[in-house]
């Protein structure tokens, strides 16, 4: 059967109202608690902006997440009260809710549970590391230790690359150093007013979009969820910031941008289109083609690859005369110019 439409836009939605109506108390929390960023060098804001957007964006992700599996695992089991053999009728439904849609969730989450436990403690130790970071400035070291060790766990919760190479190792290897770049790409981009969040949700659109058009309803939902959470911030970041996202939002965007891009199997023998493992760099062009070029214009400068500059694709457009919402635009228009041609190179 196909997955109804509707459930992917109330995870869509239920993910953003979330988003959107706590992040002025989260503002607030983090206001009250300290965890500002305040002026300073290469910062254009005059004033301490709350680091909230992370704390937002994770509460939009998992709590509609959570209350979703609670309510499949409830209703099912206690509909099979009722229908003991499991057999409902068709076009049955609940709340709004096909029966044998429910069954399809249930099922889905029996199968794939431990690796979205595996995704949501990803998320929260993400979000936890940068908040350290931004609450005390970790060293480089202590942040890519911590990095690595939440890439490793994911890993090993069976979430990896293959590339079809039939190697546990080079899994394990492939993997991490995957997620492990994303999640330092998007941090580097978080470099102007919504930048980082509009690349999120681009981004997350695009692997919602894939996944659902393939039929694999789980991944779809996770990654219109975390489209959802991401667009419930924005507004509070574009064009002018009342929050940041902070350490914490920019490590939990770009974490959850690398799952999202291994979860959905780009390649099958029933549809050998081999240069669709290729899309998700299509997708993410934008922030892995500025880490690329930043990354390699401090290692020829002699500088350290993990110290913030004022090289990067959006310092660049300024400098040529851009204002800073343009440049943010146009990176924006070039990310999903990139994502409509991954999702081409899916379709053919």
Known sequence: MSFPFNIYVLAFVSAGLTSGLTMPWWRSWCARRGLVDDPGHRK????????????????????????????????????KWVVPDGAFPAGASLAGLDLNTLDLLRYGLSRRGLRLLAILLGALGMVI???????????????????????????????????????????????????LTVTNALNFMDNMNGLCAGLGVIAAWCFAWSAAVHGQYLVALIAFQSCGALLGFLPFNFPKA???LGDAGSHLAGY????????????????????????????????????????????????????????????????????????????WLLAAASGALALMVLQR
Request: aromatic share 10%; charged share 10%.
């Open 44 to 79: 254009i804001h005059e004033t301490p902006v709350p680091l909230a957007g992370g704390l937002a964006v994770m509460t939009g992700l998992a709590v509609p997440l959570l209350m979703s599996i609670l309510m499949v695992c409830f209703t099912f089991f206690a509909l």
């Open 129 to 179: 590391l940068g908040w350290l970071d931004d609450k005390h400035e970790l060293s480089p070291g202590i942040k890519f230790g911590g990095q690595l060790c939440i890439a490793t766990l994911v890993a090993a919760s069976g979430i990896r690359i293959t590339l079809f190479v039939e190697s546990t190792l080079f899994s394990y290897l492939v993997t991490v150093l995957w997620i």
């Open 242 to 244: 009342s929050a940041f």
């Open 256 to 331: 959850v941008l690398a799952v999202l891009a291994i979860l959905p199997h780009f390649y099958s023998s029933t549809t050998p289109n081999v240069w669709a493992v290729l899309s998700p760099l299509l997708i993410l062009a934008a922030p892995l083609g500025d880490l690329v070029c930043v990354v390699v214009l401090r290692w020829k400068l002699g500088q350290p690859f993990y110290v913030g500059d004022n090289n990067h694709l959006s310092h660049r457009l300024v400098r040529r005369g851009c204002s800073r919402s343009a440049a943010v635009l146009f990176i």
